[in-house]
């Protein structure tokens, strides 16, 4: 083990699947050296690997994904950087219309094995057209899947079995926790298909949630620890996601909150609680809550972007109100 920030661990996750296999190349806006893409994530391995490995694209997210998508047809292993959530909507004719359904229209002769990986920005203050979390469109679409580490040896684990995935997979790394340290394997790490984490164990609440609000979830766990036992899931897969463990988590304590960043109207938390809801009608001892974005753009200014994101306070009121 190493202990390590995200931005390092993603990193290594890039460097060695590239030395394991040569059929790995990244394509995005900046990525070569010195720049080594926005937030370093790629910084030293075009000098390691040289510029036919490691792209500079144009300005232009179609472009990008488009040339990922015809290399994975041609059996390559691209990864590709949208250097920012939002930016999604710009290449999402080539994403939803095409990387996702390549392998259904194809009878499945043809598969798509890319990465995508993007930020997910939020409390940075970028502004309303950089700092979304727009998982929900994702998850929307069929053939595509969906991953939100939370920790860097997840961040790790999760790139590395989206490399190795045949099908197109969308990382959304959060911005917030790019700094954050932690023990990272050194060697061959995975994170399973659709597998979620435990983080905290708990008997009287579920939270379940994914990305930065992991860390919230703990917060407010320990906040109410003399008031409620609290468990907490971190989904980390979001497309498949995890219906078996939060199901027995749910079953167990019987009250169920979600916690995500994304604007609650049309969120993935409405997904998780209609789920848990259909699954355990009469034995859930309150409704599932949802703790999330406002409704709104997410503003510039500290004061009102601090409020549009959800926070421990919010995730405590909805542990005691589930409680009551």
């Avoid at 998982?135 to 961040?155: M, N, Q, R």
């Avoid at 298909?193 to 919230?216: A, N």
């Avoid at 409704?287 to 999330?292: E, G, Q, S």
Wanted: net charge negative; proline share 6%.
């Amino acid at each position: 083990m190493a202990n390590m920030t995200m931005v390092a661990a993603l990193n290594q996750a890039l460097d060695q699947e590239m030395a394991a296999d040569d059929r790995v190349f990244l394509i995005g806006e900046d990525i070569p050296d010195p720049t080594g893409g926005a937030f370093q994530v790629t910084k030293g391995l075009s000098t390691k690997y040289g510029l036919d490995r490691v792209l500079d694209s144009p300005i232009s997210e179609q472009a990008i994904v488009g040339a990922a998508i015809g290399a994975a047809m041609a059996g390559m292993r691209p990864v590709a950087e949208v250097m920012i959530c939002d930016f999604l909507g710009v290449c999402m004719d080539q994403l939803a219309n095409h990387a996702a359904k390549l392998r259904f229209m194809s009878g499945g002769a043809t598969t798509v094995p890319m990465v995508v990986r993007t930020m997910g920005s939020g409390g940075i203050n970028f502004g309303g057209q950089h700092s979304q979390m727009l998982e929900a469109w994702l998850i929307h679409t069929p053939g595509l899947k969906v991953c939100i580490p939370s920790t860097p040896a997840d961040a790790k684990g999760l790139m590395t079995a989206a490399m190795r995935d045949p099908d197109p997979v969308v990382i959304i790394e959060p911005c917030v926790l790019y700094q954050l340290k932690g023990e990272v394997p050194e060697g061959d790490h995975l994170v399973p298909l659709g597998k979620s984490d435990v983080k905290r164990e708990g008997s009287d609440v579920t939270i379940v949630t994914y990305g930065r609000q992991v860390h919230d979830a703990i917060a407010a766990a320990e906040a109410v620890s003399g008031e409620a036992s609290v468990e907490v899931i971190d989904l980390r897969w979001l497309q498949p996601w995890d219906t078996e463990a939060v199901i027995a988590s749910a079953r167990k304590t019987k009250r169920v909150v979600v916690a995500h960043q994304a604007v609650q109207r049309g969120g993935f938390g409405g997904e998780i609680a209609a789920v848990v809801q259909q699954e355990l009608f009469g034995v859930l001892s309150a409704p599932v809550l949802r703790v999330a974005g406002k409704n709104t753009p997410v503003p510039y200014a500290t004061e009102l972007e601090t409020f549009h994101i959800p926070s421990v306070g919010e995730i405590v009121d909805a542990i005691r109100a589930v409680m009551k």
